[in-house]
């Protein structure tokens, strides 16, 4: 059985730095993401990692403030977040693929429960 674990979410002013992590387990998947959804919005993908090679992927809208990273021994992988801006308020999801590609939400059946990030002004 996968499970997905989440930790590291809160609250943090603008301009602030936050360190979310996902533990895995149940089986070995191709890569990993971050996705985030706001109230009122559809999910969106956030960053993604390959866990053979550590190829990375970024929304346009985190690129140069977040980075995703893989612990292969642990089987975690983490999501450092710079310069936090409100409109990343949202709750962040951890997810596993099994796909050749990693960038869209279809690619990934497995889901963790979400951590909430909230950035204030």
């Known amino acids: 059985q996968v499970h997905l674990v989440e930790s590291g979410g809160g609250l943090v002013q603008a301009g602030g730095s936050l360190r979310l992590s996902c533990a895995a387990s149940?089986?070995?998947?191709?890569?990993m993401g971050w996705f985030r959804q706001a109230p009122g919005k559809e999910r969106e993908f956030v960053a993604a990692i390959y866990w053979s090679d550590g190829r990375t992927y970024y929304a346009n809208s985190v690129k140069g403030r977040f980075t995703i990273s893989r612990d292969n021994a642990k089987n975690t992988v983490s999501l450092q977040m710079n310069n936090l801006k409100p409109e990343d308020t949202a709750l962040y999801y951890c997810?596993?693929?099994?796909?050749?590609?990693?960038?869209?939400?279809?690619?990934?059946?497995?889901w963790g429960q979400g951590t909430q990030v909230t950035v204030s002004s």
């Open positions: 997810a596993a693929s099994n796909a050749f590609t990693v960038t869209s939400i279809h690619d990934y059946p497995y």
């Open positions: 149940g089986r070995t998947f191709s890569g």
